[in-house]
């Protein structure tokens, strides 16, 4: 069994920053893409960015220059340092990882969720 688990989430205030983690823990050999998604009351989930084991990144559009994702493999946690938050990016944010365990099987897990709430 695998567990994802976020934290950081929070209320700022326009502008501001926040820092989220999300640490794997259970039965991994290895971990290959890490990602943030959000999702927005009313809205579909989106992907925000992602990392893969060798640390290349990417970034939808509505996070490049503000947010940075990075990685520690040591720890298995994924990092998403958000600065000047907007309203918009006021959400729901979920971590998703690609683990594949000791037999092989690569499977995909979902973190519970973390809220970030923006105030204008």
């Known amino acids: 069994q695998v567990q994802l688990v976020e934290s950081g989430g929070g209320l700022v205030q326009a502008g501001g920053s926040l820092r989220l983690s999300c640490a794997a823990s259970?039965?991994?050999?290895?971990?290959?893409?890490m990602r943030w998604y959000r999702q927005a009351p009313g809205k579909q989930r989106e992907l925000v960015a992602y990392?893969?084991?060798?640390?290349?990144?990417s970034y939808a559009d509505s996070a490049k220059g503000r947010f940075t994702i990075s990685r520690d493999n040591a720890k298995n946690t994924v990092y998403l340092q958000m600065n000047s938050l907007k309203p918009d990016d006021t959400a729901v944010y979920y971590c998703n990882a690609d683990i594949q365990h000791y037999n092989g099987v690569v499977r995909f897990y979902w973190g519970q969720g973390t809220q970030v709430t923006v105030s204008s």
């Open positions: 259970g039965s991994i050999y290895k971990i290959n893409d």
């Open positions: 990392i893969t084991s060798r640390g290349s990144t």
